[in-house]
C-alpha cells in the first residue's frame, strides 16, 4: 500500500461465527465498532442478510464491509430479475469469492462468514479470506476474536477432515438451541479478553420456518 | 418497393419536416399485442394481452418487474422490449446503489426517452420498434407514462398502445376522469375491461392476459410491482361477466350518459 501514499485500511475490529446443522444455521457477530482503543459505537450490525436462506457477517474495514454488502445486494437484485427466484446460499458463496478475488491487489479488508441453507435445505457455512479463498466448512470464526473461538469450536464440534474418503459431511450434530447456547458461550469468552468484541451479540438463526434474529448482551468493557 | 426517397435513414428528412424511419418505427409499435396502463392516486396497473405467434407456440412476455417500484408493459417488437426492460432495471439498480432511494417513475421514462432520441439522430443505428407503458410509484404518488420510438414520452391517467388500442383508448377515455379514486381492484377490472375491448370477440381469459399492479396502501406502506396471479385474475374476469349479465340493461343506459360527457374530452391520441 506504500504505493497508495499511505495505509488506506483500518481496522475496525469485531468478531463473526456461524454453525451449521442438519437443518439450521446459527450466523452471529458482535455489534461493536471500534479503532485502536476507542469503541465507535456499540451498536453496529455486522451481519446482512443477502437472500432469504443466507446471511453473511463480516469484521474488518467497516467502509469495504459496508461497500461489499452493498454491491453483493446490487447483484442479488440482478440475479432476482433475471431469475425470477431469490439466489441460493452456494451461489453467493462463489459470488462473494468472485467478487473478493476482483480486487485481488486492491482487496476489501473484510473476513466474512457466509451461513445459510443450501438447497437441500442442510445447514452451510462458507469461510473466506481477504481475497476471495473460500471452503465449505460445518462452523467458522473470522475477525478479531477468531484465536479466541475457533479452538474452542474445534474441541466441541470436532470437524472431519476435508481429505477423508469418502467425504464426511461437516454439518455439527448439535440441536439449534444447543448450537445457539454454544455461540453465547463462546462470544461471551471472547469478550473477556479481546478488546475488540463485546457490547451485545446479534444472533441470525435460518431454518425451514424463515430467519430470525435475536440479540443478548455482552460485557461493555 | 419504397414509399419516397427520404426513408432509406434515420437522418435524413423529408422536405415535409418529417423523418420517416422514425414514423416507420412507431408503426412498429401498433403491429404488437395491446398493453393498456391506468392508475389513481395511489395505485398504477398494467394490463397485455398475450398473442402466442402459433397454435404450438407459447406467448411472449410483455410485462416487466423493474424494481420494486416500477414496471413496463410493452408492444411492438418485444426483444427491443427486452434490452430496454434490462437498462431500466440496471438504471435503478445504479439510483438505489448511489443515492439508497429509489428512482423517481419520471426520472425513469426520462432516461428511457433520452435513449430512444439517441437512435433517431444516428446514421448507424435504428430506431427502437416498441412502445413502453411506464408505471410506477415515488414520493408524489403513482404514475403512468408511455414512451414511443420517437423519443418522446407522455404522462397519462390511463392509456392503451399496440394493435386495436383504439377501441380500449376509447373505453378509457369515457371513464377516466374517475380513476383518480379508484381503488386497486376497480382499477384490474377496468383494466381487464380495456384489454376485452382489443381482443375483438375472441374471449377474454386467465391464460390470454397479464395484469400488474403497484401502489401505496393507505398507511403509507408500499406494495411492490407484481404479477397478479392467474387464478385470481380468473376469479375476476368470472365476476366481471356475471355482473355484465345481470343488470345489462342498466349499464347501458348509464355508459350512454357517459358518452354524451366525454365528447368534448381532450383526446388522448397523441
Known amino acids: ?221 | 418497393m419504397f414509399r419516397n426517397q427520404y426513408d432509406t435513414d434515420v437522418t435524413t428528412w423529408s422536405p415535409a419536416g418529417r423523418l420517416f424511419q422514425v414514423e416507420y418505427a412507431m408503426e412498429a409499435v401498433k403491429q404488437g399485442s395491446a398493453c393498456v396502463g391506468l392508475r389513481s392516486r395511489t395505485h398504477a396497473v398494467l394490463a397485455a394481452a398475450n398473442k402466442a405467434a402459433s397454435e404450438l407456440s407459447s406467448h411472449q412476455r410483455k410485462v416487466f418487474r423493474v424494481a420494486d417500484h416500477a414496471g413496463v408493459a410493452l408492444a411492438g417488437l418485444t426483444a427491443d422490449g427486452r434490452v430496454l426492460s434490462r437498462f431500466l432495471r440496471s438504471e435503478c439498480i445504479n439510483h438505489a446503489f448511489v443515492y439508497d432511494a429509489p428512482l423517481p417513475v419520471s426520472r425513469l421514462a426520462l432516461r428511457l426517452a433520452d435513449k430512444a432520441q439517441v437512435c433517431t439522430q444516428r446514421s448507424w443505428k435504428r430506431p427502437y420498434g416498441v412502445g413502453l407503458l411506464v408505471a410506477g410509484l415515488d414520493e408524489s404518488g403513482a404514475h403512468l407514462y408511455y414512451n414511443c420510438p420517437s423519443g418522446n414520452y407522455f404522462e397519462y391517467q390511463a392509456f392503451a398502445i399496440g394493435s386495436r388500442s383504439q377501441a380500449a383508448k376509447t373505453f378509457l377515455e369515457r371513464r377516466f376522469e374517475g380513476y383518480n379514486d379508484y381503488t386497486p381492484e376497480q382499477l384490474i377490472k377496468d383494466a381487464l375491461s380495456a384489454i376485452k375491448e382489443t381482443l375483438q370477440g375472441e374471449k377474454l381469459t386467465s391464460s390470454n392476459c397479464t395484469v400488474a399492479i403497484v401502489g401505496r396502501k393507505d398507511d403509507g406502506t408500499v406494495e411492490p410491482f407484481e404479477m397478479i396471479d392467474v387464478k385470481r385474475i380468473q376469479e375476476i374476469i368470472d365476476s366481471m361477466e356475471a355482473a355484465e349479465e345481470a343488470p345489462a340493461a342498466e349499464a347501458e343506459s348509464s355508459s350512454m350518459q357517459e358518452e354524451d360527457k366525454g365528447t368534448d374530452a381532450a383526446p388522448m391520441d397523441i
Open chain 1, 1 to 221: 500500500m506504500s504505493r497508495r501514499g499511505d495505509w488506506v485500511y483500518e481496522n475496525n475490529g469485531g468478531t463473526c461465527v456461524a454453525i451449521a446443522g442438519a437443518d439450521y444455521c446459527v450466523v452471529a457477530a458482535d455489534t461493536r465498532l471500534s479503532v485502536g482503543y476507542n469503541i465507535l459505537t456499540r451498536d453496529h450490525s455486522k451481519i446482512c442478510e443477502l437472500a432469504d436462506k443466507c446471511a453473511l457477517a463480516s469484521s474488518g474495514f467497516q467502509g469495504d464491509i459496508k461497500a461489499l454488502h452493498k454491491n453483493l445486494a446490487a447483484r442479488e437484485l440482478l440475479y432476482q430479475h433475471q431469475h425470477n427466484k431469490r439466489m441460493s446460499c452456494p451461489a453467493m458463496a462463489q459470488l462473494l469469492s468472485n467478487t473478493l478475488y476482483y480486487k485481488r491487489f486492491f482487496p476489501y479488508y473484510a473476513f466474512n462468514v457466509l451461513g445459510g441453507l443450501d438447497s437441500e435445505g442442510k445447514g452451510c457455512v462458507f469461510t473466506y479470506d481477504a481475497v476471495g479463498s473460500y471452503e465449505r466448512t460445518g462452523y467458522s470464526a473470522q475477525g478479531t476474536g477468531s484465536a479466541l473461538i475457533m479452538p474452542v469450536l474445534d474441541n466441541q464440534l470436532k470437524s472431519p477432515s476435508p481429505l477423508l474418503l469418502p467425504a464426511r459431511d461437516a454439518v455439527t450434530p448439535l440441536s439449534e438451541t444447543e448450537a445457539v447456547d454454544l455461540v453465547k458461550d463462546v462470544f461471551a469468552s471472547a469478550t473477556e479478553r479481546d478488546i475488540y468484541t463485546g457490547d451485545k451479540l446479534e444472533i441470525v438463526v435460518i431454518n425451514k420456518a424463515g430467519t430470525k434474529r435475536e440479540y443478548i448482551d455482552l460485557r461493555k468493557d
